[in-house]
């Protein structure tokens, strides 16, 4: 089995790390596993790289100008030459791209993958993936909320395919980065954090609302923002410092720590009091299965699969987005409940082993390559191909 992944870029992101994930399953088991991309750059090239894992780029610059053809048949040639079985393409844009060019290669077994919940895209970017996808002999997505929608929205059900996200979690070592050491706090801080891309549809003003309303009851609490923006290169920079200004203004400069990027990021959330995710919109959260699997109760928003991840009153508490109170509430009770926490922790590790290992998340992917390559019609050989097979030329 010959396997191509096809992602936009290799950026830090929940989509471009489940890539990566699956990529490093599929070579570790032997399967001989290729990447595409739009652009190789990103947080995550290294990683990549490392793997050894051959990697071809096919720059876009639009998909209304005639120069998309040239990446087009560029990855249709590739596929041919390396005779690709599965080709599995990850986003809008390499959904497009790629399930046309493994059309015109003719590869047997084309998958596409949506992993939002479509607020970022227009109408026309919807349907013309719609359309694409038809053409795909699956469509996976990685959260039921996500499926749902495709179905409201008209793409055949019977082609959809749920396979939730998996991550590999390995505990820090005790040796590790103290984070209230480094950020020169006492050892029994409380600390209330969010790991995330700073990007508006991750709620963060209202993760700092709420810490407005929390700072007067819980004067030694920290409430910590680890990640970066997003790069606009019309606006570098504005956004974290939009956010900095709204913390500021709400008297909580000293409260409300912003850290940036940090490679290590999901490695602390083993650190955290409380681990938040106060999205407005959400595919299926890698940080907030992370949070599981760290045994850390977590506070999310009812958004997308994040009900799928967070079994509320279970492994932490659910509240509806866009309401900074019940944010506040929610984690008001975690903080005056150490004990409810735990519980929750601990619950939260036995839901991470049952459903989101990365071995759970490879194990039902190969089983649908395999399937899709079954039954597909270039799985028999051809007549052709038995010739060759037997020296016989015509």
């Known amino acids: 089995m010959r396997i191509l992944q096809f992602v936009n870029t290799f950026d830090i992101g929940g989509t471009e790390r489940q890539v990566v994930n699956l990529t490093r399953a599929l070579h570790h088991a032997g399967v001989e596993t290729h990447l595409a991309c739009l ?77 939002d919940m479509g607020p970022m895209w227009t109408s026309a970017q919807q349907r013309l993936e719609r359309l694409v996808g038809s053409l795909a002999d699956a469509v996976v997505t990685n959260a039921d909320a996500v499926a749902g929608r495709l179905r409201s929205e008209g793409w055949n059900p019977a082609r959809i395919e749920v396979i939730h996200n998996g991550i590999e979690y390995a505990p820090p070592p005790p040796n590790g980065p103290d984070l209230r050491r480094q950020l020169g706090l006492a050892p029994s801080t409380p600390l209330v954090g969010v790991v995330t891309r700073l990007t508006p549809i991750k709620g963060v003003e209202d993760f700092i609302d709420a810490a407005a309303v929390l700072a007067p009851r819980h004067p030694d609490a920290r409430f910590l923002v680890i990640g970066g923006p997003v790069i606009d290169r019309r606006r570098p920079g504005e956004y974290d410092r939009e956010l900095a200004r709204r913390a500021a203004s709400l008297g909580l400069a000293d409260r409300v720590l912003f850290t940036g990027w940090r490679s290590d990021g999901n490695s602390l959330l083993s650190q955290f009091t409380v681990s938040v995710l106060p999205s407005l919109t959400e595919g299926l959260s890698n940080v907030l299965i992370e949070s599981l699997a760290a ?71 190969m089983k649908l390559y395999r399937g899709l390559l079954e039954g597909a019609p270039m799985a028999q050989p051809s007549r052709r191909a038995l010739l060759q097979a037997r020296g016989i030329r015509r």
């Open 295 to 365: 045994g850390v109760a977590t506070v999310a928003t009812t958004v997308g699969g994040n009900p799928e991840v967070v079994d509320d009153g279970v492994t932490g508490l659910l509240v509806p987005p866009a309401n900074p109170n019940r944010l506040a509430a929610a984690i008001d009770r975690l903080l005056c409940e150490p004990g409810l926490a735990a519980s929750f922790g601990e619950a939260g590790r036995r839901r991470y082993q049952e459903h989101f290992t990365i071995d759970h998340m490879f194990q039902r992917m």
């Open 39 to 115: 652009c190789a750059k990103g947080g995550l090239s290294e990683e990549i790289q490392r793997l050894g894992v051959a990697i071809s780029e096919y720059p876009l610059r639009s998909m209304r100008r005639p120069s998309v053809i040239k990446p087009l048949l560029g990855l249709a040639s590739y596929l041919r030459r390396h005779r690709i079985d599965v080709v599995h393409t990850s986003g809008f844009y390499t959904n497009v791209l790629g399930v046309l060019s493994a059309r015109l290669a003719g590869t047997p077994a084309i998958i596409a993958s949506v992993r």
